[in-house]
């Protein structure tokens, strides 16, 4: 019944940007935390950036501080990823999770029950 899907990759040129989106099912999405995680090839899966049930608790791991924003549309249920100035390292498969958090935003892996399938992007010339 809960259900996190995420879409908007895609292949894009060094400099570009996308937008990916979390659609959200099975929950009030408004009570919980979400944060958005990275797998590149061959690494461990790495927290990229989160935010609070409100909104107004974000965070961002340093590697994208400055070019990603993310933001939530409750009614929508629907939490988005802009992404900006993409880099070649940015390149991975892109998750979105719920947390068992609701107030605090914390890209902790161990704070997420539930994730989506992963959506891809890619970045090169």
């Known amino acids: 019944q809960l259900q996190l899907v995420e879409s908007g990759g895609g292949l894009v040129q060094p400099g570009g940007s996308l937008r990916l989106s979390c659609s959200i099912s099975?929950?009030?999405?408004?009570?919980?935390?979400i944060g958005w995680f990275r797998q590149a090839p061959g690494k461990e899966r790495e927290g990229v950036s989160c935010i609070s049930n409100s909104g107004g608790n974000t965070n961002y791991a340093d590697s994208v501080k400055g070019r990603f924003t993310i933001s939530r549309d409750n009614a929508k249920n629907t939490v988005y990823l802009q992404m900006n100035s993409l880099k070649p390292e940015d390149t991975a498969v892109y998750y979105c999770?719920?947390?068992?958090?609701?107030?605090?935003?914390?890209?902790?892996?161990?704070?997420?029950?539930?994730w989506g399938q992963g959506t891809q992007v890619i970045v090169s010339s």
């Open positions: 099975g929950f009030t999405l408004d009570n919980y935390a």
């Open positions: 999770a719920k947390s068992i958090q609701r107030l605090l935003c914390r890209t902790v892996l161990s704070w997420y029950d539930y």
